[in-house]
């Protein structure tokens, strides 16, 4: 029951291991240990004293040897060689006694994790566990029953690295096999990653792209939803990272599902919102606006809008896509606001409705301010939405008609020509040119002495600015005052002497004539002169103050030495040698003649002398 001296040998003879000592044993204990081994050895024999145990066929070392006392007879332990597998025969022989044939399996494989690249393409992964040996020959892996690749022993024993078979999906039935002994676990392949969402935006639908990771290779199984619903379509571009589908028409922003093989991820889509390029104007009694710009659809049925809140009608579809009309009611000014909802996507804009416009003008255009007629377009109806003004003053009472097309209203006080008359409708303006009538004199009345003096004026259109007024009157004239509104004005004249003067009324540079003329002269005295070229003095008025504008005949005889002994009242001239009385005198202020008599002094006797004798 005990043998001293053992020793272990390799297949070609030369020895494994050996060492001295006794060791008890029990001939008939049968199975020793299991352990991983691999199969390089084999018993080949023993000497005497040698005690020796074998597994298929193999020879081992002891592990330790201990002391006869200390060894039971029912058990040995020994160390077995580096392998993998399971089911080996074994058999204990002592001093050429051996046992029937036993098995000894190593343990299996166990699995504490697997990581990697977490991808649908394979990729490298680790997996860290134990009882893999040392021998990538032995190995072998698959997921869900495809086998991996480029199988290594990073950490022998404890550490493989694979690369995985392309695939899709999550717990997966792993297997690892390691001589002939196998382990399960799960693979999951990484979830799908969408990194860009690409293509057709628009509300019309159409192809879609998607940029990521983990697609997979099979649309078989691929899903894509947009808010539960299903999208056909789908194509791989390029596997595992890139794909496209067909989106339906819609808007707005949608959650957007993409499954691979059981593994989901979601990102958002959203349809281009409409937008809106130009909108045209419409005429103030209202009709069609024409909307151009994007997104607008091709489903007719989903495109509303609204007009100050209230819902537009007559909605058409133009162009697909690009352009939309509605009817809007009759209004008018500018950036009027409007909404167009496109499925559940609203758009805001603005319309104008035409400025106004002016044809023509009619009515009493005077200074006092008259009703004028106004025909045109675009005036709308509502009264408090229109402004006048001409100049810088505003018109009064303001009538409009139903049709848009006339207005009335009294023009405001005023004088002049081109001045701005200016239609505003809901803030829009048109501008044309009014002139107020030209100033019309009727009479000229007043002073018309020589002296000068204050003339009035009467007549039409004369305006109610007196520094607007100018007059001129064989020079100028001052003092001008508007004595009553636009029909009469006074002025001073200066002094002078003459007839047809021209009288200028110019208001705010529109302008009138008349004529002026200073009184002729009247004579109220004629002193009598000498017969020998005496001095006469003429006493009356309106001679005027310019010796040069005044000449005097005496029976038709030129007379000299004329002066002015008193402005426009007095004066002398110095008579012709002669004798008579009651003879014409004709005196000549500026033109204007006044005719007198004059008389020579009578001949006065001082004393007489002479033949007094009555026979004379």
Do not use: W
């Not at 086998?147 to 899709?168: D, E, R």
């Not at 792993?174 to 799960?186: A, E, N, P, W």
């Not at 860009?196 to 159409?206: D, I, R």
């Not at 691979?260 to 349809?271: A, F, K, P």
């Amino acid at each position: 029951n005990s043998v001293c001296g053992f020793s272990f040998e390799y297949v070609d003879g030369q020895i494994f291991d050996q060492n001295s000592g006794c060791l008890s044993f029990d001939p008939s204990y049968r199975q020793l240990a299991t352990y991983s081994i691999n199969s390089n050895y084999r018993f080949i024999g023993f000497t005497t004293t040698t005690y020796k145990s074998f597994v298929g066929g193999l020879g081992l070392t002891f592990v330790t040897t201990y002391p006869a006392q200390t060894i039971s007879n029912t058990q040995l332990t020994f160390n077995a060689p580096v392998g993998v597998g399971k089911d080996y025969s074994m058999a204990v022989d002592v001093a050429g006694l051996q046992s029937e044939l036993s098995t000894f399996s190593y343990f299996p494989p166990v699995i504490s994790s697997i990581t990697g690249d977490d991808t649908t393409a394979g990729g490298s992964y680790i997996m860290n566990g134990s009882n893999f040996g040392t021998n990538t020959g032995k190995i072998t892996i698959t997921v869900n029953g495809n086998a991996a690749s480029a199988i290594a022993l990073s950490q022998i024993h404890n550490q493989i690295t694979f690369n995985a078979p392309a695939g899709s999906g999550k717990n997966l039935p792993l297997v690892l096999t390691v001589g002939g002994q196998s382990v399960s676990s799960t693979f999951s392949y990484g979830a799908p990653q969408i990194n860009a969402v690409t293509g057709s935006t628009a509300n019309v639908g159409g192809i879609v792209y998607l940029n990521g990771k983990n697609f997979g290779r099979s649309t078989s199984v691929i899903g894509i939803t947009v808010d539960g619903s299903t999208i056909s379509e789908i194509t791989i571009l390029t596997n595992d990272a890139y794909l496209s589908f067909r989106i339906s028409a819609g808007s707005g922003t949608h959650t957007l599902t993409l499954s691979v093989d059981g593994q989901s991820t979601t990102t958002s889509y959203t349809y281009d919102s409409p937008t809106i390029s130009s909108v045209t104007q419409i005429a103030t009694d209202g009709g069609r606006v024409y909307v151009s710009g994007s997104n607008f659809g091709s489903d007719q049925s989903q495109i509303s809008a609204t007009v100050g809140g209230q819902s537009a009608g007559g909605i058409q579809l133009e162009e697909a896509n690009t352009k939309v009309s509605f009817l809007v009611p009759a209004g008018t000014g500018k950036n009027v606001a409007f909404t167009m909802t496109v499925r559940s996507s609203t758009v805001s804009g603005t319309f104008d409705y035409l400025p106004p416009t002016i044809t023509s003008f009619t009515g009493d255009k005077s200074t006092e301010g008259g009703l004028i007629s106004l025909q045109g377009t675009n005036f709308g109806t509502d009264k408090n939405q229109i402004v006048v003004t001409i100049g810088s003053a505003s018109a009064t009472s303001l009538l409009v008609t139903t049709d848009h097309t006339a207005l009335s209203f009294y023009a405001p006080p005023g004088s002049g020509k081109n001045k701005a008359l200016v239609v505003t409708v809901g803030g829009q303006s048109v501008s044309t040119t009014f002139d107020y009538d030209a100033p019309t004199i009727t009479s000229v009345s007043g002073s018309t002495s020589t002296q000068g003096g204050i003339v009035l004026l009467t007549g039409t259109n004369f305006g109610r600015v007196n520094g607007l007024v100018g007059i001129s009157v064989n020079g100028a004239v001052s003092e001008i005052t508007i004595t009553e509104n636009d029909h009469k004005i006074s002025f001073r004249i200066s002094p002078g002497t003459g007839t047809s003067y021209t009288l200028t009324l110019n208001v705010n540079g529109q302008s009138t004539t008349s004529t002026y003329s200073y009184a002729a002269p009247t004579v109220s005295s004629v002193s009598q002169g000498l017969t020998n070229a005496g001095s006469v003095t003429v006493e009356g008025t309106n001679f005027g103050n310019a010796v040069g504008k005044i000449s005097v005949t005496v029976d038709g005889t030129a007379c000299s030495g004329i002066s002015i002994v008193t402005d426009h009242s007095k004066f002398k001239f110095n008579a012709p040698v002669g004798v008579g009385k009651d003879l014409e005198l004709v005196i000549n202020v500026d033109g204007q003649i006044v005719n007198s008599l004059y008389t020579y002094l009578p001949p006065t006797v001082t004393s007489i002398t002479g033949d007094k004798s009555t026979n004379g």
